[in-house]
């Protein structure tokens, strides 16, 4: 299943990556654009995740798949979506379905900040965060860019811990435009 959902992963990378190579033209955030988004993080907790993540912490090795997308309904603002799945690798515990829904704004195109919903649903519980977060877009052609940037999780349930289980995080984007 891993090797599965590992090879879906690449394949939607690759068909992103050669369709942004043949679409191109236009400014990357104007309107009725698309931008498909896969992140990884650093210092986040692995629920709520919808980018790649991979880590060890005592012999148990966790893992998270996902990417976001989003379609920019005015120059510089887009309406995104995301979607992951998690594993923490911990015996008898299963691995979490995440969402996050939000928009993104470039401020003069290039420093993009970000609100959204985001939450996770699996081993009964169903935590929802507010998240923000802002970085720096590097636009290493016309049609790709990299992200580097913070974000911020509030947590908005019990099972988030109404706020005592803030979360702030490190990340790195990469971003593909299609216009």
Known sequence: MKKLLFFAAFAVFAMTTSFAQEEGGGDPTSQGAWVIEVNTGFGESSTSNTGFSLRSVDGNTAYGLGAEAGYFIMDDLALKAGLGYNDSGADGVDGMFNWKFGGKYYIAGQFPVGIDVSGASGNDVSP??????????WFVSDDVS????????????????????????VNIGFNFYLN
């Open 128 to 137: 929802l965060w507010l998240g923000f977060q802002a970085a720096y877009a």
């Open 146 to 169: 990299i992200e580097p940037g913070f974000r911020y999780g509030m947590g908005m349930n019990e099972d988030a811990g109404d706020g005592d289980f803030d979360v702030f995080g």
